[in-house]
């Protein structure tokens, strides 16, 4: 499910038996497979109180890419 903020858009999406919240990137338009997974949680309801509280250090940008895999 897409959930919007004053923050931004987050996309909270189930795998398995816990929620992903991702951050949906504010250049585009919100659709699965862009962002960044932030955290996960074991209920819908944590995820949207994460999303409220989140606070972004520093901005997206385009050239962003994830961590590699250790």
């Given at each position: 499910?897409?959930?919007?903020?004053?923050?931004?858009?987050?996309?909270?999406?189930?795998?398995?038996?816990?929620?992903?919240?991702?951050?949906?990137?504010?250049?585009?338009?919100?659709?699965?497979?862009?962002?960044?997974?932030?955290?996960?949680?074991?209920?819908?309801?944590?995820?949207?109180?994460?999303?409220?509280?989140?606070e972004?250090?520093?901005?997206?940008?385009?050239?962003?890419?994830?961590?590699?895999?250790?």
């Amino acid at each position: 499910m897409f959930y919007n903020t004053e923050k931004g858009q987050f996309h909270i999406r189930k795998l398995g038996n816990h929620y992903s919240v991702i951050k949906l990137p504010d250049f585009t338009e919100a659709h699965v497979g862009t962002g960044h997974i932030l955290s996960s949680f074991s209920s819908a309801e944590e995820a949207q109180s994460y999303c409220d509280a989140w606070e972004q250090e520093d901005p997206f940008t385009r050239d962003q890419t994830a961590p590699p895999l250790s």
